[in-house]
């Protein structure tokens, strides 16, 4: 079992760039799967970027290709999200979500919140036009 823990978020300007953080507690971190949602105020929990366990694999939401970066270091039970050129439509509580996998399976992430097991609080970024 893991506790992922957000960190990172603030306000920024628009253009501007965050890097939020997801420390993960446990020593099966590399079992896991990672992935980043978000929440806008108003709407639904949407998908923002999920790592395969060796970070091998990524995926991205369309509106997010060529901005954002998902990374991990399995030695520091860390996942990392690289923001840049950010716009107001990114602002949102951002969450991290870790998916256990199955012993042998193929490495791979998942951009279905309902295959994740574990989730953080949620960290707010603020994106001022």
């Known amino acids: 079992q893991v506790q992922p823990v957000e960190s990172g978020g603030g306000l920024v300007q628009a253009g501007g760039s965050l890097r939020l953080s997801c420390t993960a507690s446990?020593?099966?971190?590399?079992?896991?799967?990672m992935g980043w949602f978000r929440q806008a105020p108003g709407k639904e929990r949407e998908f923002v970027a999920a790592?395969?366990?060796?970070?091998?694999?990524?995926y991205y939401r369309d509106s997010v290709k060529g901005r954002f970066t998902i990374s991990r270091d399995n030695a520091k039970n860390t996942v990392i999200l690289q923001m840049n050129s950010l716009n107001p439509e990114d602002t949102a509580v951002y969450y991290c979500?870790?998916?256990?996998?199955?012993?042998?399976?193929?490495?791979?992430?998942?951009?279905?919140?309902?295959?994740?097991?574990?989730w953080g609080q949620g960290t707010q970024v603020t994106v001022d036009p």
């Open positions: 979500a870790a998916d256990l996998t199955p012993l042998g399976s193929q490495d791979l992430g998942s951009q279905n919140e309902e295959a994740y097991d574990y």
């Open positions: 446990g020593r099966t971190f590399s079992r896991y799967a």
């Open positions: 790592i395969s366990r060796s970070g091998g694999r990524k």
